[in-house]
């Protein structure tokens, strides 16, 4: 047996025990695409529909509740190169919430907690981003709920940029946590916690 052949027999063999059989034949897993995480420099306009902002809270010391508020509203810049360049605006609608029960969500809108219809909006504001590491910013803003506004740190990262049906698409997600009796808040403290943490991941068109 020449070289050759012994050669392409211990390729064969490698093959067949790496890949992964599909009608018969042996093949190997094509390799995953690399994701796209690096920023891209100019305006967004959010997505509402594509779009979440999760909330997370302690109940009865024991487990975590958790809720949404649909549709937000807003732009941001991101300038990888620039940070201090970039910006972020997001508004909610409190009448948005949604934790999958009818009742308790009638109850989170009532003055009790949202005060849905003397304070209709939630906002932020972004004042400073600060490179935080490769995608990541930690951005000050303040936040405005229940009438009144704080000053908080979110640390943002930068998902991805993407193609959707209307153009280029960018996603980021920002992580934070307040205590809602900073703002005022102080309903059911102790069967319910104090601390509230929040995901806003956003998706935005390019404007």
Known sequence: ?????????????????????????????????????????????VDPVHSFVVFKIRHNGAGNAYGMIHNPAGTFTIDPAKPEASSIEVTLQAEKVSTGNDGRDKHIRNPDFFNAKEYPTMKFTSTAFKSAGENAFDVTGNLTFLGQTR?????????????????????????????????????????????????????????
């Open 151 to 207: 000053p908080i740190t979110a640390r943002l990262v930068t998902l991805g940029t993407g193609q959707g049906r209307g153009g280029p698409v960018m996603g980021v997600e920002a992580t934070f946590t307040i205590k809602r009796s900073d703002f005022g808040n102080k309903t059911m403290i102790g069967p319910l916690g104090d601390e509230v943490a929040i995901t806003v991941a956003l998706e935005a068109g390019q404007q």
């Open 1 to 45: 047996m020449s070289h050759r052949s012994r050669a392409w027999i211990t390729v064969s063999s490698l093959v067949l025990a790496a890949g992964v059989g599909v009608g018969g034949l042996a093949l190997l897993p094509a390799p995953a695409p690399a994701p796209t995480t690096s920023a891209a420099a100019g305006a967004w306009t």
